[in-house]
């Protein structure tokens, strides 16, 4: 089961820092993805990154701007978004890979999801 929480409204230029709770089972070949998903737009990878090891992975548009991190004594992932712009807006979701090989940026590989967290950035 996955909770994530930390959106919110933020200015262009701005940041925000959403965390992905995880609880029950994960295995250390898990992988946790985040996504997003626009209104009238197709749910899109965002990050990833492995349970175990040094593994992340980030789409194009959020490189040197977001940075994907894990404290595994809390079974917490976390996004930080720096530099936000118009165009990140979108509800976030993190999702588990239970067994994953690599970070996949196909959202049906994910079989658990969080509940979604709303990120807003005003121009």
């Known amino acids: 089961q996955l909770q994530a929480y930390g959106g919110g409204l933020v200015q262009a230029g701005g940041s925000l820092r959403l965390s992905c709770a995880a609880s029950?089972?994960?295995?250390?070949?898990?992988?946790i993805g985040w996504f997003r998903q626009a209104p009238g737009k197709e749910r899109e990878f965002v990050s990833g990154?492995?349970?175990?090891?040094?593994?992340?992975s980030y789409r194009d548009s959020v490189k040197g701007r977001f940075t994907i991190s894990r404290d595994n004594a809390k079974n917490t992932v976390y996004l930080q978004m720096n530099s936000l712009k118009p165009e990140d807006t979108a509800t976030y979701y993190c999702?588990?890979?239970?067994?994953?090989?690599?970070?996949?940026?196909?959202?049906?590989?994910?079989?658990?999801w969080g509940q979604g967290t709303q990120v807003t950035v005003s121009s």
């Open positions: 999702a588990l890979d239970l067994a994953a090989r690599s970070i996949s940026y196909n959202w049906k590989t994910y079989t658990s």
């Open positions: 029950g089972r994960t295995f250390s070949n898990s992988a």
């Open positions: 990154i492995k349970l175990s090891g040094t593994s992340t």
